[in-house]
C-alpha cells in the first residue's frame, strides 16, 4: 500500500474532530491511492497536502479549551473582523499602505525568480564541477579575453596528456539558414543559435540525453546530425525524423540520427543542431586542419572533464609551452585557461550573461525595496496612532490584555501584507513575460508549482508582518488608559522625527542617485546615435552574398545599379563599423617582424569607399581589381607606425596574413569608427580581395527604401532561387553596439520609478505625521494672524531641507558611479552642473506634488475646527 507524506497526515490527525477522524482518514487515503496510480508519487503528495489544509477548518477542527468564553478560532475571527473594519474605515491609510508594500514585493518576486533562474545555469550535469571550457587570454599591447581557442588545442589536450577524462571540441557556428523538405516542398529556415560541429565526447561531458538514436554512434560518420526534440518537431511535424536530412546553406547535407530531449533553458549551450566535428573539413578546411594555429576563430569551443583529484592550474601549466612550440613568433601570445563550467554564466570576459556581482546587486536592491516600504509602513501606522489612541484607551479601560491589543494590531498588518502579496503575485505572472522580452531571458511563468517560490512568499508574508506590524503594534498597545484618554500624548511616544527623515534623506539620496544615472546614460545615448562616425551610414543597406562566384557577383551588382532607388553599390567583407571583423597582424615596409598592434582589415572593391562616403586626405582610391595589388590605410595606422604626414606613407609596402597580401599604399583616409564608441579607433586597411566578399553594400535613395528593397530582393532571388535573403540596414547594426547600455537605462528608469514612488510614500507618511502633530499649532498661527503662504512655508522647509541634505549626499555618489561607468567609453560626454540641476530640481517637483495636497489642506483649514477639543 503507498503511503502518503507523513508529516501533512499526523497534522490531520492532530487538528481533526475525534468523531470525524476515522471515516475522513478513509476518504484521504482512498483518494491518494487513485491519484497516486494516475498522477504518480509527486503530484499525488502535492494534491494530499492540499486536501489536508482544505480541511483546516471551522467544524472539522477539534474543539480547543475556552479561554475567556472564547475560542482561539472565535478570538482570531474577532481580530480579524475588527481589523478589516478598520482598514474599510481608514481606506486613503490602506491603500497608500497596500500599495507601497504590493509594489515592493512585485519587485521582491522577479527578483527572486531572476536570481534563481540564473543561478540554476547548467546546474543539472551530474559532474559539473569537474567539467572546464578552455577559454584564452590574448596579450598584446592589451590584454583580451576570448572564449575560443586555436581548434587544435583540443586534440594536443586529449592525445598528450592524461589530465581529460574526456575532451571535446565543438564549433558553434550562429544565425544559420537550415533548408529541409517537408511534404514534397523545400523549406529555408534561419536559425539563430545556428548549429554545432560537435566531437561525440561531448555528450559524455554533459548531460544532454536522447529520446531517439543512440548517442555513441550518432555522431561517428560524416554528415550526420542531430537536433533536439522542438526542432524535430518544427521540421518535419509527426514524422519520424531519423533519416530525414537537413542542409547547411544549400551546399553541406546531414541526415539526422537521433533526436535530443529538449534542452533546459538554464543552459549556455545554445544550439539545438549538433553536427559530425568529421564534417567541419568540408566547412572550413583551415579551421579543421591539425595546424590551425595562427589565429583563434570564434566559437571554436574545447570542453574536458577533468579527472578527479586533478586541478585547473595543473592543466594550464601543461598547455602553457605549446604557445612557444606552435605560435614561436607571433606577438599575440597565448595563454591558455581553464574556466569552470558553475562560471560560465557569471563571467563576462568571456561571454557571460551576468556577473555575479549584479546578483549581490539585486538582491541588495530587494532587500532595500523590501525595508523602505516596512519603513514607510511603519510611518504610517504611527502618524495614525493619535487617531487611535482612545481606542486603545476604551479596551484597556474594559479589560483587554496588551497582548490581545498587540495580536489585534499583528492581524491588521497581516491583512494588508497578505492583500499586497497577492496583487504583486498577479503583477509578477503578468510581468515575467514583459521581463523576459526586456532581458532575453526564459524565465518559467509557472509561479504556483514552484515550491520553492510559494516558500519565500510564505516567509516574506510573515518577514513584512513582523517587521512592519511590530514596532506600531508596541506603541499603540503601549498607551496608559488615563493619558490616550485625556489625549495627554507625547511626541516620545510615536516615535520621533530623526529616524523618519534619516529615512526620507536616505530614500531620496539612492533616487537622486539614480536619476543622474539616467540623465547621463540618456545623454551619452544621444551622443552615440548623433556622433560623427567618419563615414555615411544613413540608408545603406548590407545585402549578404548567395555564393562566391565572381561573375554571379558583378553581374548583380550591375543589375542592383540600373535600379532608380539605388545611388552606390559595393562588394566588400563588412562595413566599416561592424562587431564582425578580421583583425589582423602586418609588416609595414622593410622590416623583419610584424608589428605589434592589430590591424582591421577592410577587404572591399573600389566602390567602397565612394559608398561609406570616407574622406581621402592623400594619395588616391583603390585601382579596380579582384586581388590584392593596393591598399588605403586610415590615419590610426600611420600613428602607430609613427608617421607623421600622410604623403610619407605613400608607396610604402604592406604585408599582411602572413606575407599572402602584399600591396603599396596608394591612399589614407580620415578616421572613421569601425566600432562602437566604447573603443578607440583601431588602424584599418582597406584592400581588394574578392575571395572575401560577403556582402554587397547598397545606397539607397532615402525616399523609395521600402519599394527598392523589394526590387533588390527580386533581382536577388532571380540569380540565388534557393538562397534566403537577408539584408541589415547600417545604421540598425551600429545601433546593436549599443543594446547594454539601452537594457540598462530601462532598468534603471523603472527602478527611478520604484525608488521615487517608495520615497514618495515617505514623504507622505511623514508629512501626514507632522500634520496629526501640528494641526492645533496651525490653528493658533493662524488665530494670530499667518497666513497661508506662512503655514504652507512652515511644513515646505522641512522637506525642502531634507532633500538639499540627500542632494549633499547623491551628488558626488552620482559623480562617481557615473564617471566610472563613462570610463568604458573611449569617446562620451562630460558631467556638467546641468546633470546634478536637472536632479534636485526633479526631486523638488516631485516632493511638492507629493505633499502638496496635504498641506494646502491644513492651510486652509477653519482655525476653529483645529482647535477644537473633543
Known amino acids: 500500500m503507498n503511503q502518503p507524506p507523513k508529516l501533512p497526515l499526523r497534522f490531520f490527525r492532530w487538528f481533526c474532530h475525534p468523531r470525524m477522524l476515522d471515516y475522513i482518514e478513509g476518504d484521504l487515503i482512498e483518494v491518494y491511492e487513485r491519484n497516486f496510480q494516475i498522477l504518480g508519487k509527486r503530484k499525488a503528495d502535492w494534491r494530499f497536502i492540499k486536501d489536508v489544509l482544505l480541511l483546516f477548518r471551522p467544524g472539522i477542527i477539534r474543539p480547543r479549551k475556552p479561554y475567556q468564553n472564547l475560542t482561539p478560532y472565535g478570538m482570531y475571527k474577532s481580530y480579524f473582523k475588527i481589523g478589516w473594519r478598520t482598514l474599510l474605515r481608514n481606506k486613503e491609510y490602506s491603500l497608500i499602505n497596500t500599495a507601497g508594500l504590493a509594489l515592493s514585493v512585485t519587485c521582491c518576486i522577479l527578483i527572486f525568480v531572476m536570481v534563481k533562474h540564473h543561478m540554476g545555469f547548467d546546474d543539472f550535469h551530474p559532474d559539473k564541477y569537474r567539467i572546464y571550457r578552455i577559454v584564452t587570454e590574448q596579450h598584446r599591447e592589451t590584454v583580451s579575453y576570448v572564449n575560443s581557442v586555436p581548434s587544435p588545442l583540443g586534440m594536443v589536450l586529449r592525445e598528450n596528456h592524461t589530465y581529460g577524462e574526456k575532451v571535446a571540441r565543438m564549433f558553434h557556428e550562429s544565425n544559420s539558414v537550415i533548408s529541409y523538405e517537408r511534404n514534397g516542398e523545400k523549406q529555408l529556415i534561419k536559425e539563430p543559435n545556428g548549429f554545432a560541429f560537435t566531437e561525440p565526447e561531448f555528450f559524455d561531458i554533459f548531460n544532454f540525453p536522447l529520446s531517439r538514436g543512440n548517442i555513441k554512434e550518432a555522431l561517428e560518420e560524416p554528415n550526420t546530425a542531430i537536433l533536439t526534440e522542438r526542432l524535430a518537431k518544427k521540421y518535419f511535424g509527426d514524422q519520424n525524423p531519423i533519416g530525414q536530412v537537413i542542409t547547411y546553406d544549400n551546399f553541406l547535407p546531414f541526415t539526422i540520427t537521433g533526436v535530443l530531449e529538449d534542452f533546459p533553458s538554464t543552459t549556455d549551450i545554445k544550439p539545438e543542431i549538433f553536427v559530425s566535428y568529421n564534417s567541419l573539413k568540408d566547412f572550413n578546411p583551415w579551421l579543421a586542419s591539425d595546424d590551425a594555429w595562427g589565429g583563434i576563430s570564434s566559437g571554436m569551443f574545447c570542453y574536458t572533464l577533468l579527472r578527479p583529484g586533478v586541478s585547473a592550474p595543473e592543466v594550464e601549466e601543461a598547455l602553457a609551452p605549446y604557445v612557444k612550440q606552435f605560435r614561436p613568433e607571433s606577438k599575440n601570445v597565448h595563454h591558455y585557461k581553464l574556466q569552470p563550467l558553475t562560471e560560465l554564466h557569471f563571467d563576462g570576459r568571456y561571454g557571460g550573461a551576468m556577473e555575479r556581482s549584479d546578483i549581490g546587486i539585486l538582491i541588495a536592491i530587494g532587500i532595500f525595496l523590501l525595508l523602505t516600504a516596512c519603513v514607510n509602513f511603519v510611518n504610517l501606522a504611527t502618524a495614525q496612532a493619535l487617531k487611535r489612541s482612545k481606542e486603545v484607551g476604551v ?117 537622486q542617485v539614480l536619476i543622474i544615472g539616467v540623465i547621463v546614460i540618456m545623454n551619452q545615448m544621444r551622443y552615440a546615435n548623433q556622433a560623427e562616425l567618419g563615414f555615411d551610414k544613413e540608408s545603406i543597406v548590407m545585402v549578404k552574398l548567395g555564393n562566391d562566384s565572381l561573375n554571379t557577383m558583378n553581374t548583380l551588382k550591375n543589375e542592383f545599379l540600373r535600379l532608380p532607388g539605388i545611388e552606390k553599390v559595393s562588394l566588400c567583407y563588412q562595413a566599416p563599423a561592424s562587431d564582425n571583423s578580421w583583425n589582423n597582424s602586418i609588416r609595414f615596409g622593410n622590416d623583419s617582424e610584424e608589428v605589434s598592434f592589430r590591424t582591421n582589415m577592410k577587404l572591399a572593391d573600389a566602390d567602397y569607399i565612394s559608398t561609406f562616403d570616407l574622406e581621402m586626405l592623400a594619395g588616391r582610391n583603390l585601382t579596380p581589381s579582384d586581388t590584392v595589388r593596393e591598399m588605403v590605410v586610415n590615419e590610426a595606422m600611420l600613428q602607430s607606425l609613427g608617421i607623421t604626414s600622410n604623403e610619407d606613407a605613400l608607396g610604402q609596402m604592406i604585408y599582411a596574413n602572413g606575407g599572402t597580401m602584399i600591396g603599396p599604399i596608394v591612399g589614407v583616409v580620415r578616421n572613421f569608427h569601425d566600432r562602437s564608441l566604447h573603443e578607440g579607433i583601431s588602424a584599418a586597411l582597406i584592400t581588394t580581395a574578392s575571395s572575401m566578399y560577403s556582402n554587397f553594400a547598397i545606397k539607397i535613395n532615402g525616399n523609395s527604401v521600402k519599394a527598392t528593397l523589394e526590387e533588390i530582393e527580386k533581382l536577388w532571388h532571380a540569380q540565388y532561387p534557393d538562397k534566403m535573403f537577408e539584408y541589415a540596414f547600417v545604421d540598425d547594426s551600429i545601433a546593436q553596439f549599443y543594446e547594454a547600455e539601452d537594457t540598462l537605462l530601462k532598468g534603471i528608469q523603472f527602478f527611478s520609478f520604484i525608488a521615487i514612488f517608495i520615497g514618495c510614500l515617505g514623504l507622505y507618511g511623514l508629512i501626514s505625521f507632522m500634520i496629526s502633530q501640528k494641526t492645533k499649532e496651525v490653528g493658533i498661527r493662524k488665530v494670530m494672524g499667518g497666513g497661508v503662504s506662512h503655514i504652507i512655508w512652515l511644513f515646505g522647509q522641512e522637506f525642502v531641507r531634507l532633500i538639499i541634505i540627500a542632494f549633499l549626499i547623491a551628488a558626488p555618489i552620482g559623480w562617481w558611479f557615473m564617471s566610472r561607468w563613462l570610463q568604458d567609453f573611449e569617446f562620451k560626454i562630460t558631467l556638467d552642473v546641468w546633470t546634478f540641476t536637472m536632479a534636485i530640481g526633479s526631486s523638488l517637483i516631485i516632493a511638492a506634488l507629493t505633499v502638496g495636497y496635504q498641506v494646502i489642506k491644513v492651510a486652509y483649514l477653519n482655525p476653529v475646527i483645529s482647535l477644537k477639543t473633543d
Open 395 to 511: 479596551r484597556k479601560v474594559l479589560g483587554s490584555y496588551r497582548s490581545q491589543l498587540f495580536w489585534q494590531f499583528i492581524f491588521e498588518t497581516a491583512i494588508i501584507s497578505s492583500i499586497s502579496i497577492l496583487i504583486a503575485l498577479v503583477a509578477g505572472i503578468l510581468l515575467v513575460p514583459y521581463v523576459n522580452d526586456f532581458l532575453n531571458t526564459q524565465i518559467p511563468v509557472n509561479f504556483l508549482s514552484d515550491g520553492t517560490l510559494l516558500l519565500f512568499i510564505i516567509g516574506l508574508d510573515v518577514l513584512i508582518t513582523l517587521l512592519a506590524g511590530c514596532y506600531p503594534a508596541l506603541i499603540l498597545t503601549g498607551f496608559k488608559p488615563v493619558a490616550a484618554l485625556k489625549g495627554k500624548l507625547s511626541l516620545q511616544q510615536f516615535g520621533g522625527f530623526n529616524t523618519r527623515r534619516s529615512l526620507i534623506v536616505v530614500q531620496f539620496a539612492i533616487s
